[in-house]
C-alpha cells in the first residue's frame, strides 16, 4: 500500500473514531439530566453536533450506544479492583480499591443507571451488565479462597459471599450515584468497608 492510502486511511480511522467518541459523550452528558427512556438519537447527535443520519453509521440504536459504555466502565472497574486481588496486606489495601471503585460509579453513575433502564428493549444490557459483573466476581472469588488457605481470611461460602458483596455494591452505589455525583464518595466506601471486613474477617 501506498503511503499516500496509508495516510487517508489513517485519517479516515481517526476521524470515525472521533465521531463514535462524540457519540458516546454526548449520550453520557444526556443521562446526566434525564433517563434513558427519555432520550432519543436526535437528542444526542444535537448535542454531539452531527446530523441524524450520521448516528447509524456508527450504531445501530441507543442501546448499543450504552453497550459501548458498559465496556469502557467494566474495564475501569476491573483495573479499580486490581490492587486488592494483589495485595500483600488486603484489609489494607481494600479502602484503595473502594475508592477507586466507587469513583467509578461517582464518574458514570447515570449511564450505568441507564444499562437497567435499557433492559427489554433491544439488546439484553441488563444481562450484559451481570456478566460484567461475574467477569469481576470470579476473581475475586479466587483471592478469598487464597486469603482464607492462607489464614488471611475467614468466611464460609467464599463464593456466594463475594457474589453477594459484589450486588451490594453495585446495588448501593448505583442507589447513590445513578441519581447524582454530589455524594462524597469516602461516605458509602467507609459503609462498604465495615460490611466487608466484618463478613469476610480479614487479617
Known sequence: MSPTRTRTRAAAQQRRAATEQAILDATE???????????????????????????????????????????????????????????????????????????????????MQAFSDATGAGPDVHQAWRSVLDSLIEPGVAHLEALIAAGRADCERPGETIRALSVLIDRYMLDIYGRSSDVDIAEPVAVLLQIWRRTLRLR
Do not use: C, N
Open 29 to 111: 452528558a444526556l443521562l446526566e439530566t434525564r433517563p434513558f427512556r427519555a432520550l432519543t438519537v436526535e437528542d444526542v447527535m444535537e448535542v454531539a453536533g452531527l446530523s441524524r443520519t450520521a448516528f447509524y453509521r456508527y450504531f445501530p440504536d441507543l442501546e448499543t450506544v450504552v453497550l459501548r459504555h458498559m465496556a469502557g466502565i467494566a474495564d475501569e472497574l476491573f483495573v479499580a479492583s486490581q490492587d486488592w486481588l494483589k495485595a500483600d496486606d488486603p484489609d489494607a489495601q481494600l479502602l484503595d480499591s473502594g475508592l477507586r471503585i466507587a469513583a467509578v460509579y461517582r464518574d458514570h453513575g447515570r449511564v
